[in-house]
Each structure stands twice: as structure tokens, then as C-alpha cells.
């Protein structure tokens, strides 16, 4: 009997792990993926290695890659971009770290309070999450982002936009900055040369300006892994959860066990109550299937998988909102063209943004040649010059939106990709009930039945709708006050890569599926700790920092109500990721 | 089936298929072949000839998928030339685009087989009577009857249906619906006889909200997977696009599995200018910080 299992190392988890084994629990952590213990062994640069999401080492798949990928249904043009592994999604993200808009909670009072998704708060205030906030970013570490070229030139079109730049944590309105984020800054040699000789730790730390933060990060060459620039939680959460009794005083390590895919939740009745009790998982290599149980359990699967396991557990659904409510910021993707160079794609892939609350936010983005073949032809409107797809929406970009590709595309990146900028638009969009994640009628693969994804994309809120459209035109003067020469707006078919609130908590017995301690209300003893769990799309920001928040605030929560522990954030420091302490004691385990 | 009942909608579907250009004279698969009665095939002769079948299918959805590749990235090979959209740099058939989306439609795509050989079969039964009038082909009622046996054959019994034959079936359906003259003339396949415009047209048919052809596909399965076959067409129409695209700019062509190393430079790399001097550790891009800010506190 475990005190904890944690379900999934992804974004969330481990930072439940990492808190409990703090406290000197015993924790158990079950990943479906690859453990990427030795990524200078495992990992490349390349995109198509890495990104190939059938047979990539970043993919929705068991480690052994010549095992085909599990197979998720889309019902619709739309591409839903899960990884496996410890690290999850944080494997290949760019390390931003904004908070939520505080609009986003129930406390806000501000003149333009209606403007948001008021039925969907969290159901508490934004205050009440600062500490978490704080707690966070002092042990990722979050830092203010260097600037590179890209950045720059996203500045100069942000200073053509009469808005403020933000000086604080809190985003109070419109106004753009550098990221605040969670990448160590460059240090010694990195960021000032290209000599590989040049770029070994400790001669170099911190982001070495490499670009490969969509490949992972294992860099600067022979740091430690807790020394590595960009704080995926298996660089940052994962290395202190596994190395607990070093830094932490009576703390305990976790036990991390991967390719090890959790097919069922098991309840009992207790005093009334329908508790969690433990969980089934088949070993991908075996198949081999192992039961273990604890007196608590935390789902952190993600978005798709969390329902997935729910309905396969056959666990109530009494409001039916299981997997509904799903949010994904309904992203688009503008892009100008330039005649000077714009430095894409070097450096951290986004080191700068521009907030633009209640309507959502931008970054300016970095990729790779494939990827960003990828970008300009996931559209829903079909090919630029051939056909709309029933859309093509014009504005102040040039033409009918849609796919650049083929010759159009060719054109466009013989300049160099590095006279493009490519700004990601992020919209702040409603909960809907009809975005949702419900079991599919295919056939079941070895883990049971699988998840469906639906977005109604063609019939989103209204608000939803404009805040997407007039973020997009904010990109486009953003492009052009930078200097674009011209400017294409792709019309992104649903790119679900910020994910949240499939199992969301609410202030509404009625539309949630979690209490505001992210306790479910159906099962006692079944929390949720990662982007499900979250009310709401936080207004648009990057949601890691806001869900490792939340999970820092349920690991207290935890240790409250079922070890009858007192809480910690409020009354100690948090001990820093990258401290010194665990690079020695993952020295000794060969990590 | 018996000869007379290999009506005319059954030799349109194996035309537009593409399978009949790849019989008969300069073809794959020889008349001789098909030479015996259908009466007895299912006997005698319809095992080899699945057999000799299977590799043509093969050729024919490779054929297919190079019009599919140099459709995302034209270069300068006779599929860019006959789309129209000649080009003096490396395009998809440098990169071995075609390779990419084979190895990956046959070997990676976790597409359930029991939806992938429905929806093959359906290709091959439920689309025939189009009401498009196709320019002829030469074979007899007789051989026509043994292909469309032999191929019947190889989709009810063969336990994995490679993903490619159904997507370049799809993909020639929708050619000779955008262009019937599509099946005839140079290459095995009417997707890669199209022009760039016309391969175009063929997307829009399958991206369309209303599309005919998934609502036909749809009529083929049983409910709860009425909807899903259709939303999955929806889904691959986008996909194939966007994976042509992205294979064609990857390092796949050059990428060594033993060593990890690459031992070219990418057609990607060469055509964006990206990484001149290959892989690095790090760039020398770091100009400072935004206002001299490196800290902002509440």
C-alpha cells in the first residue's frame, strides 16, 4: 500500500511527487512513455527523429519505436500533438512561464470583468494562487528571457503598437515583455559563440541559443541534467522528486516506473463514500499487468488521457462534464516575410509576447525548416490561390488566408528561413461543452478503448470567434511595424498543443468535475494535477506555471486532508531545481 | 461475379483506381495473367495471381504518392513537370518524400486494421457507379472479371492491408472525378497525371464539408462507425497535406539510424538556408536584455 500513486510524469505530476516525497511520503510515479534517462544516447537535433509524431522519440508511443504510436481519433482536420515520457509535452515546449490573467478567477472586479469567460471561473481568487505562483518560480527557476535577434525584431513591432511594456509578474493588461521563463539564462560561453568546443558546462551555462528546444534540451554539453537550460520537469521536477532525501529534510524518494500505461482506476466503498484504492497498469514490454494500491491517487495523464482512463474505470460521471469544457486557446499562425534577418530559428523557440487581455496573447516563434513547412500547412482554409475550404478570411494580411504551400512556400523560405518571423496567436476561449474528449467507437488497443477528440472549430462562442480574429490582426500590425514586407495568415485547423480544463474544477456542482481542492467529486481520494484540472484557458497564457501552481497548492491539499499534514508554501522557502545537492546525488544514480 | 455482371461501372472503378493502366500492355501486370476463365480462378489461378497483384498495388499507390509528394515540395523531376510547376532546386523526390509517407502509412500509422481493410473493400465496392464517362480500356469482360476477383480477393483475405493502397485509391478517385481523362496517359497513377490546379480541386473535394465521396464511404459502415469514417477522411485530407509538407523539409533522406548522423545535407536544410555549417551546440545570437529588465517583481 503506497501513500501516493501519481499517474503520468508529464507537466503536473512530478510536481505533486516532488512535493510529497518532500514530505516524506511514499510515492509511486507511473509513466506510459520512455524514461529519456540518457538523451545524449536517445535524442538527436533532427527534426523528423524527434518530431515524426508516428515514429519520432517525441511521439504518443511506448519506448520501443519500432512499435507503432497509439492511436488516438480526431474527427476532424486538427492535429493533437501528446507526448509520452517523463516530461510529457514539457519535453518540447519552450519553457514560458506566464501567470494566468487574473480575470480569469472569481475575485476579479475590474471594469472589464464581464468580459471574460465568467461561467467558468476558478473558484477562487487570484491572490489565493500567488504564493503557489511564487513557489514555482523560485524553484524552476523563472527568470526575465535573454533577447536574440528574433526578439528584437518582435519588439520593434510591438513598440509601433502604443502599448506598455509589463514591468511585473501580474499581467494587468495590454502590454507586451520578454518571456518570463523557465530556461536558464545564458552564462560564460553560451549565447556568444558557435564553437562546440567553447559550449561544454561549465565553460558555458544556461541556454546555449541552439534552437532545439522542440528536439529537448540536453544542453550545454556535460552539465548535469538538473543543469540543463530549459526546465522540462524531467530536467527540472523529475530529477528533485527522485532525489528527495537529499534536499529535503526527512524527505523520501519517489519510485518513478515508465512504459508502464495505467488502465484502470479502482474504488471502493468506504463510510458511504466511493474512494480511490489503487490502479491496474500493463507494462508495454510484457504486457504483463500489475496492481498496486494507495491510499491516495493523482491523475496527471493529460488532457485526452485523463478521460480516457475515467470512462475506461467505468468511474461515475453524475454531470456528465468528464472530458467536456476542453480548451486549446484555438491558436493561429501569421508570418511575415522579411528583407533583413530576423535570426529565426535560433535561440529559445518564443522568448517574447504580447498580452492583450480579455482577447488573449502573442509569441513570436522560432521553428525548423519541417516544422515550419507544418505550421504554414495546417490551415482550415484550404490553399492559398486554389481553394477557401468555405473560409480564407482577409484582413491586414496579404491575401485570403490559408495553406502556403508547394511553390508558394518554396518561394517563401528561399529568402532563408531566417528573414521569417512567425508569431503564434493565442486566443483566449471559452469552455465548451461540446469540445470534448468521449470514448471511441474504433477498436480498442492494448490499453483498452480509446479517446476521441472533438472540436466544433466552425462553430465556436462568438467570443471565442472575435478574440481569435482580432488577435490575428494584431499579429499582422505587429509584422508589418516590425518591417514585414508581406504578411500570411495560415488559418490554423485546430492545433490542440495548449491544453486544459477537460476535467476542470468550478465554482458549479453542475459544469465540473473537481472541487477547488482538484479533488473530484464523485471519487474521494482521486485528484487531478495537471492542465485538466484547471478551470478554465487562463485568458490565454501558457498554462504550465498556472497548473504547477495548482499542483503545488493540491500536494498541500493532499497532505492536509488525507495525512493530516500541515501545509508548507506559506511558512517555508522552496529549494531551488537546478541546486547543487541533486546534481551530486544524480551523479550517484547514474542519472 | 459472373462476366456479364463485370458491368461498366466496375471497369470505370478499376480504371479510376488506376489499376487497369497498370495492366495490359507496358503495364505491371501482364494479359496473360488474367487469362484464365473467371469461372475457375477462384480455384486455380486467383492465388497467384493475388500474389502477383499485391507488388502492383504497391507500384501503383508509390506512383500515386510521388504526384502527392511533389505536390508539397515541386522540384525538378517529370511528376513536377507534368504538375506544371517546374523547378530548378531539390524538391520532394530529392527528399524521398514518397519513401517517408510509405514507410510511414504502411509501418507506423496505428491505424486499426479492422477500419483500414473496411474502408479499402469500400473503396473497391461501393464507389463504382459514378456516372462519369472514362475513355476505354482494351482488356476483355473475361480478364476484367479475373482483376476484379483477384483484387477482391487480396482485400478480404489479406490480414494487414498496407494504409498506402487505400490513400492512393482515394487520392485516384478523386482525380478522375476532378479530371476523367486522368486515366489515361504517362505515369501508373491519374493523381500524378493531374495538374498542380486539379490536385487542388481533388483536396477541396475531400476538405469539403460536403463532400460525396465521404458521404458515400460513410454509407459502407454500420453505426457508431457511420461518423467516424467520415470526420477520419476529414482528418487525413489535412493530414496528408501537412505530413507531404513536413517530411519534405525533414533530414529523413539523409538521416543514418546506425550512427545518427546525417551523411547529406538535408533538401530542407539546402532550400531554407537552416543550419549552413550543420548541426551546433549553440549560436552566438545573445544581444542582452530588453531595456537592460534581467528581473521584474510585482
Redesign the interface.
Known amino acids: 500500500m503506497r501513500d501516493v500513486i501519481v499517474i503520468g510524469a508529464g507537466g503536473g505530476g512530478p510536481v505533486v511527487a516532488k512535493e510529497l516525497a518532500a514530505r516524506g511520503l511514499d510515492v509511486l510515479v507511473l509513466e506510459a512513455g520512455p524514461r529519456h534517462a540518457r538523451p545524449r544516447e536517445q535524442w ?6 524527434a518530431n ?1 509524431p ?2 519520432g522519440y517525441f511521439r504518443l ?1 511506448p519506448t520501443d519505436r519500432s512499435k ?4 488516438r ?7 493533437v500533438w501528446q507526448l509520452s515520457g517523463v516530461g510529457g509535452t514539457t519535453q518540447h515546449f519552450y519553457g514560458n512561464y506566464p501567470r494566468a490573467y487574473p480575470g480569469v478567477f472569481n475575485d476579479y472586479d475590474k471594469p472589464d470583468r464581464a468580459e471574460y469567460d465568467i461561467n467558468h471561473r476558478f473558484p477562487f481568487s487570484y491572490g489565493e494562487l ?1 504564493p503557489y505562483f511564487e513557489w514555482v518560480e523560485a524553484t524552476a527557476p523563472v ?2 528571457a ?4 528574433k ?2 525584431v518582435f ?1 520593434r513591432g510591438c513598440e509601433t503598437l502604443g502599448l506598455p ?6 499581467t494587468h493588461g495590454p502590454s507586451y ?2 518571456q ?1 521563463n523557465a530556461i536558464l ?2 552564462g560564460g560561453n ?5 564553437d ?1 568546443n567553447l ?1 561544454t558546462y561549465p565553460n ?1 551555462t544556461g541556454c ?4 532545439y528546444c522542440f528536439q529537448g534540451c540536453m ?3 556535460g552539465a548535469p541534467r538538473n543543469q540543463f537550460a530549459k526546465r522540462s520537469t524531467d530536467n527540472s521536477y523529475v530529477p528533485m522528486a527522485l532525489t528527495a532525501d537529499v534536499w529535503a529534510p526527512g524527505g523520501r524518494p519517489v519510485e518513478l516506473i515508465t512504459d508502464a500505461y495505467v488502465t484502470r482506476i479502482h474504488t471502493e466503498r468506504r463510510a458511504g463514500a466511493l474512494r480511490a484504492s489503487g490502479v491496474t497498469w500493463r507494462d508495454n514490454v510484457s504486457g504483463a499487468e500489475h496492481r498496486e494500491d494507495a491510499k491516495v491517487v493523482v491523475m496527471a495523464g493529460g488532457c485526452t488521457e485523463n478521460p480516457r482512463l475515467w470512462f475506461n474505470s467505468g468511474l461515475p460521471n453524475p454531470n456528465d462534464w468528464v472530458g467536456r469544457g476542453y480548451t486549446d486557446h484555438f491558436f493561429d499562425w501569421v508570418i511575415g516575410s522579411f528583407d533583413d534577418y530576423t ?1 529565426n ?3 529559445v523557440g518564443s522568448s ?1 509576447r504580447l498580452d492583450f487581455p480579455p482577447y488573449g496573447g502573442l509569441e513570436n516563434v522560432g521553428l ?7 505550421a ?4 482550415d482554409s ?2 492559398r490561390g ?2 477557401a ?2 473560409r480564407g478570411p482577409s484582413g491586414p494580411w496579404d491575401g485570403p488566408a490559408g ?1 502556403v ?3 508558394e ?2 518561394e517563401l ?2 529568402g ?3 528573414r521569417l518571423l512567425c508569431v503564434l496567436v493565442i486566443t483566449d476561449d471559452d469552455v465548451e461543452a461540446d469540445n470534448r474528449v468521449v470514448t ?4 480498442a ?1 492494448e490499453n483498452g478503448p480509446i479517446p ?1 477528440v472533438t472540436f466544433r472549430h466552425r462553430s465556436r462562442t462568438a467570443r471565442t470567434t472575435r478574440n481569435r480574429e482580432f488577435m490575428a490582426g494584431k499579429a499582422a500590425q505587429l509584422l508589418r511595424g516590425a518591417g514585414a514586407k508581406k504578411v500570411f495568415r495560415i488559418d490554423w ?1 485546430p492545433l490542440i498543443l495548449h491544453v486544459q480544463s477537460s476535467m476542470r474544477m468550478g465554482e458549479s456542482e453542475q459544469n465540473s468535475v473537481l472541487d477547488p481542492n482538484a479533488e473530484s467529486r464523485a471519487v474521494k481520494g482521486l485528484f487531478i494535477a495537471d492542465n485538466s484540472a484547471l478551470a478554465n484557458g487562463l485568458g490565454g497564457p501558457n498554462p504550465t506555471l498556472t497548473t504547477q501552481a495548482l499542483a503545488t497548492r493540491t500536494a498541500e491539499k493532499i497532505f492536509q486532508l488525507h495525512f493530516g499534514g500541515d501545509p508548507w508554501v506559506r511558512a517555508e522557502s522552496p529549494v531551488v531545481s537546478t541546486d547543487p545537492r541533486i546534481s551530486v546525488r544524480l551523479g550517484e544514480l547514474g542519472l | 461475379m459472373s462476366n456479364s455482371t463485370v458491368a461498366l461501372g466496375r471497369r470505370a472503378f478499376l480504371a479510376r483506381l488506376g489499376l487497369l493502366g497498370a495492366v495490359g500492355a507496358g503495364g505491371l501486370l501482364s494479359r496473360g495473367a488474367l487469362a484464365a476463365p473467371a469461372a475457375n480462378a477462384q480455384t486455380d489461378a486467383l492465388p497467384g495471381l493475388v500474389a502477383l497483384l499485391r507488388p502492383v498495388l504497391a507500384e501503383l499507390a508509390r506512383d500515386t504518392l510521388n504526384g502527392l509528394s511533389v505536390f508539397a515540395l515541386p522540384g525538378p523531376d517529370p511528376y513536377s513537370a507534368a504538375q506544371g510547376t517546374p523547378s530548378d532546386t531539390p524538391g520532394a523526390m530529392e527528399a524521398r518524400t514518397t519513401d517517408f509517407l510509405i514507410e510511414a502509412l504502411d509501418n507506423f500509422v496505428p491505424f486499426p486494421d479492422q477500419l483500414a481493410r473496411p474502408a479499402g473493400a469500400a473503396l473497391a465496392t461501393g464507389l463504382a457507379d459514378t456516372g462519369i464517362e472514362l475513355p476505354g480500356t482494351d482488356l476483355l469482360p473475361g480478364e476484367l472479371a479475373t482483376l476484379d476477383k483477384a483484387l477482391a480477393a487480396l482485400l478480404e483475405n489479406d490480414a494487414t492491408l498496407p494504409l498506402s493502397f487505400p490513400i492512393s485509391g482515394l487520392l485516384n478517385l478523386l482525380a478522375t472525378q476532378v479530371n476523367p481523362l486522368a486515366v489515361n496517359g504517362p505515369f501508373l497513377s491519374p493523381f500524378a497525371r493531374l495538374n498542380y490546379a486539379e490536385k487542388a480541386r481533388a483536396f477541396e473535394l475531400l476538405e469539403g464539408p460536403d463532400s460525396d465521396l465521404v458521404a458515400l464511404l460513410d454509407v459502407q459502415f454500420p453505426e457508431p462507425l457511420k461518423a467516424s469514417v467520415s470526420g477520419l477522411l476529414k482528418f487525413v485530407g489535412g493530414a496528408l497535406i501537412e505530413f507531404a509538407s513536413f517530411g519534405s523539409y525533414t533530414e529523413y533522406a539523409v538521416f543514418d539510424r546506425g550512427t545518427r548522423q546525417l551523411t547529406g545535407r538535408p533538401v530542407g536544410w539546402q532550400l531554407t538556408g537552416y543550419q549552413p555549417d550543420g548541426p551546433v551546440e549553440g549560436w552566438d545570437d545573445f544581444i542582452g536584455y530588453y531595456q537592460g529588465r534581467t528581473e521584474v517583481h510585482d
Open positions: 538527436t537535433s533532427f527534426e523528423n527523429d515524426n508516428l515514429s508511443g507503432p504510436a497509439w492511436f481519433e480526431w474527427s476532424q482536420n486538427s492535429f500567488v527568470m526575465t535573454a533577447m536574440g535577434t526578439e528584437a519588439f511594456v509589463q514591468t511585473t509578474k501580474t515583455r520578454p518570463e539564462q545564458p553560451a549565447g556568444r559563440t558557435t562546440t559550449l558555458a546555449t541559443f541552439c534552437g544542453r550545454p554539453v535570426g530559428p535560433k535561440g517574447a525548423p525548416p519541417a516544422l515550419n513547412a507544418f504554414t500547412t495546417l490551415s484550404g490553399i486554389q481553394y475550404n468555405g495553406r504551400m508547394g511553390p512556400l518554396k523560405v528561399a532563408g528561413l531566417d471511441s467507437a474504433l477498436p488497443d476521441k485547423a
